[in-house]
């Protein structure tokens, strides 16, 4: 497997309250997606950090990507209930984006 | 805009009989692929393709076929439908650009 872990996560916060939410990876890649999966909807990609960067911003969003450890973090700040999700990080593998199992993110008011 | 179509949006298929699963994308993206998601899981890639007429085995294709007639147009085939294959099946295409991946809003599989 590409990953360490297989199972779904689960996270539960409050809103207004920062959450992070981390992948490890066993094949090395020089980039790693973030996705973000609605109910009923397709993943769509949410922010993208490449090797040449340890950390990418977008909004509430941060991303960290350390290549020496193969992880990589994705960070918000200050959760909405709107980023009530399920979280996917994802390596290349050429032409193929390879996932991991996510982490489902309950944010309540 | 851009897109990515699937059909149908769900399906309930017996044992044994023949599946179709089709995917139409209109962001002139050489790449289309096929993943299977399982309750709790991430997604896991079928097949894809990147260029007409040809296909290329994923991590798990065994029990599925794929055809891809044109660059707009990529099917997944399930000739023998088994209990196993109940998922949601997801289509994307890519293009040369590792920010250009998008995802149909998928086809849920259920097999009796």
């Known amino acids: 497997s590409q990953w360490g872990e297989e199972n779904l996560q689960a996270l539960s916060i409050q809103e207004g309250e920062d959450v992070t939410m981390n992948c490890s990876y066993k094949t090395y890649t020089t980039v790693v997606h973030w996705y973000r999966q609605d109910s009923g909807r397709g993943p769509a990609l949410i922010i993208l950090?490449?090797?040449?960067?340890r950390e990418k911003r977008s909004g509430r969003l941060r991303a960290t990507l350390d290549t020496s450890s193969q992880s990589s973090s994705l960070s918000i700040t200050a959760a909405q209930c709107e980023d009530t999700a399920v979280y996917f990080c994802?390596?290349?593998?050429?032409?193929?984006?390879?996932f991991g199992s996510g982490t489902r993110l309950l944010v309540s008011p | 805009e851009a897109a990515v179509t699937q059909s149908p949006r769900s399906k309930v298929a017996v044992t044994g009989g023949k599946v179709t699963l089709s995917c139409h994308q209109t962001?002139?993206?050489?790449?289309m692929y096929w993943y299977r998601q399982d309750t709790g899981h991430g997604l896991r890639l079928i097949h894809y393709?990147?260029?007409?007429?040809?296909?290329e085995k994923g991590d798990i294709p065994d029990g599925y076929k794929a055809s891809r007639p044109s660059q707009e147009n990529f099917s997944l085939i399930l000739e023998l439908a088994s209990l196993s294959q109940t998922a949601v099946y997801f289509c994307a295409s890519s293009g040369t650009g590792d920010s250009d991946y998008t995802f149909g809003s998928g086809t849920r599989l259920l097999v009796i």
């Open positions: 994802a390596t290349d593998r050429g032409y193929k984006v390879v």
């Open positions: 393709s990147y260029v007409a007429d040809s296909t």
């Open positions: 962001n002139n993206h050489d790449y």
């Open positions: 950090i490449r090797s040449n960067e």
